[in-house]
Each structure stands twice: as C-alpha cells, then as structure tokens.
C-alpha cells in the first residue's frame, strides 16, 4: 500500500487506488514500452506517473476518465523522456567533436595544420574550391551542391576529384603529423 503523510487516506480511498493500480498497470506498462523500447524504463515510468497520480490527489479529482487521464499522463512522460534522451545525446556529441588537447604541442600542430588548410584551398580555383566548401564544410551531398550551383552531377564529382587531389597534395607534408594527433 503507498502511504503518504501529506495525503490522508482512508482504507477505502487506499483499496480504490490499489485496484486503480493493479487494473491499468500492465497495459500502461505496454503502452510505454511502444515509446521507449526498454522494459525497464517503462516500468519506472508507469511508476512515478502512479506516484504523481497519488501525491497530487489527481484520481480522485478527475473530471473524466481515470483511465484516460493515466495514459495521457503516460504518453506525455514517454514524450518528454525521449526528448531529454535527444538533448542529452546531441550534448554528448558535441562534448565528443570538440577537440581534447593532450598538449599545447598538439593543439599548436593543429593550428598549424588549420592555416595550411586555409592556404590550400586559397590555392584552388573558385568553383573547385566553392564545391569543396559545400561538400567538406556545409556537409552537402553532391546532388544539392549540383542543384544549388546549377551543374551537372558529373562536373561536381569531377571537381571535388580535383579539390581532393589539389589538397592531398598540397598538406602531403602534414598528413603524418595529423594522422598521428588524430589516433590519440
């Protein structure tokens, strides 16, 4: 039985909310796992949502539908669980992308690299370069680069070659330097 000592209940009110409970858990509990996809946590859901239900009186006072009322409480928790899943994911991914210097060594290697970067792809010609931005940079397939500058798939692929060439060969002395500050 839950007892709590800011809600005084009678051992009716406890039965009724007991029978509440043992008549709506398990299809709460189905309906949860059909959003988070874990067992577990939909069982600690359907929990706390019966927890809140008790602390703040709401089976008692509802206007409609228990039941109602329980899975949208449900489907809401499941919702905004899933939500802060995503926010945390995206924040540990960006934790991950930024750079973890073990030195200052390394981070002025990579400075160093970063300029040389920039030089090479001064050195390429505009539309080569242009494409080698959308694609390396923006992160833009090859069919949205050829539709935003009105070319063929083709001329894009050819130029992004050239780019990749241009560039391998103009950071030939750097890419040790890099491979290595990239595995640690």
């Known amino acids: ?64 539908s228990v039941k109602s009322l329980l899975y949208t409480a449900v ?5 905004n669980k899933i939500k802060q899943e995503q926010v945390r994911l995206r924040y540990a991914n960006t934790q991950l992308a930024k750079p973890h210097f073990n030195t200052h060594e390394e981070a002025w290697h990579l400075k160093e690299i970063g300029e040389e970067i920039k030089k090479g792809l001064e050195t390429l010609p505009e539309q080569c370069r242009r494409i080698f931005e959308l ?19 083709k001329t894009v692929e050819n130029q992004m070659g050239k780019a990749l060439k241009l560039m391998r060969s103009h950071l030939k002395d750097y890419l040790p330097t890099l491979f290595l500050l990239l595995i640690n």
């Not at 706390?48 to 008790?54: A, D, L, P």
């Not at 709401?58 to 409609?64: F, G, L, N, P």
């Not at 489907?75 to 919702?79: D, K, Q, S, T």
């Not at 694609?135 to 798939?153: D, G, H, P, T």
């Open 75 to 79: 489907h809401n928790g499941c919702l």
């Open 135 to 153: 694609s390396r940079f923006q992160e833009m397939k090859y069919q949205e680069i050829a539709n935003e500058l009105n070319l063929s798939i």
């Open 1 to 64: 039985m839950i007892n709590n000592p800011k809600i005084k209940a009678t051992a009716t009110e406890l039965e009724r909310f007991e029978s509440l409970f043992q008549e709506h858990y398990s299809g709460l509990t189905r309906y949860a796992f059909t959003f988070l996809k874990n067992g577990d946590e939909a069982e600690d859901m359907v929990q706390q949502i019966f927890v809140n239900f008790w602390e703040k009186n709401q089976w008692q006072q509802a206007h409609t």
